[in-house]
C-alpha cells in the first residue's frame, strides 16, 4: 500500500508522464523521417501528426494549456492537412530506394553541424530571467516575450518551416525525361 502511495505522489505521475511524451515526440520524430514501415510520404506526414499531439501533451504538463490547444489546432490541424494537400496534389507514389549522393551527404552533415554549433552556443549564452507570476493560461506575458525578446529565434522558426517545405516539394519533384 506504501508503494503505491509513493508511486501516486504529486510529482511522480508528472514525471513519468513527462517521459512518456517525450519518448514519443522523439520516436515518432525519428519515424517521420526514417520510416522504416512504409516509403508513403502520407505515413510520414501522419507520424508527423503524432509527434505534434506528444508536443502538446508536453506543453499541458506545463500547464501551458494555450500552447498544447495551439499546437493542436494550428499545427496538427491546419498545417498537416496542408502538407497532405501538397503531397496529393503532387500524385506521390511509393518512394523508391535513390543511390546516396556523397557530396549532398557531406553537406548535409556539415550544414546540421553548424546549425546543432550555433544552437549550443547560443543555449550556453543564455542567462534564465526571473519569470513574473502569471495567472495560469494567461497569454499577455509570452506575446510580449515572443514579440521583444525572441522575435530573431521566432522569425528563424518560421523561415526554417518555409524551407522545409520548399526541401520537401523539390526532394519530391520527378525526374524530367
Known amino acids: 500500500m506504501e508503494a503505491i502511495n509513493n508511486l501516486l505522489a504529486v510529482g511522480a505521475v508528472e514525471d513519468v508522464l513527462f517521459y512518456v511524451f517525450a519518448a514519443l515526440t ?3 520524430a525519428v519515424l ?3 520510416n522504416p514501415f512504409n516509403r508513403n510520404p502520407v505515413t510520414s506526414a501522419m507520424f508527423l501528426v503524432l509527434t505534434i499531439i506528444s508536443m502538446s501533451g508536453l506543453f499541458l504538463l506545463l500547464h501551458a494549456f494555450f500552447l498544447a490547444a495551439v499546437q493542436i489546432l494550428v499545427y496538427a ?4 492537412v496542408l502538407f497532405i494537400f501538397v503531397i496529393m496534389l503532387l500524385d506521390l507514389k511509393e518512394e ?3 543511390k546516396i549522393k556523397f557530396f549532398g551527404l557531406a553537406a548535409g552533415l556539415v550544414s546540421v553541424g553548424i546549425v546543432v554549433s550555433i544552437f549550443v552556443k ?3 549564452s543564455i542567462k534564465p530571467a ?3 507570476p502569471t495567472l495560469e493560461g494567461e497569454t499577455y506575458a509570452l506575446g510580449k516575450l515572443l514579440f521583444t525578446q ?3 529565434p521566432f522569425e528563424i522558426v518560421s523561415v526554417l518551416l518555409l524551407v522545409a517545405m520548399v526541401g520537401v516539394i523539390l526532394l519530391s519533384k520527378k ?3
Open 26 to 28: 522523439l520516436l515518432c
Open 77 to 80: 490541424g491546419a498545417v498537416i
Open 175 to 177: 525526374k524530367l525525361e
Open 130 to 132: 526571473a519569470a513574473e
Open 122 to 124: 547560443s543555449l550556453s
Open 150 to 152: 525572441y522575435t530573431l
Open 96 to 98: 523508391q530506394r535513390r
Open 32 to 34: 517521420v523521417v526514417a
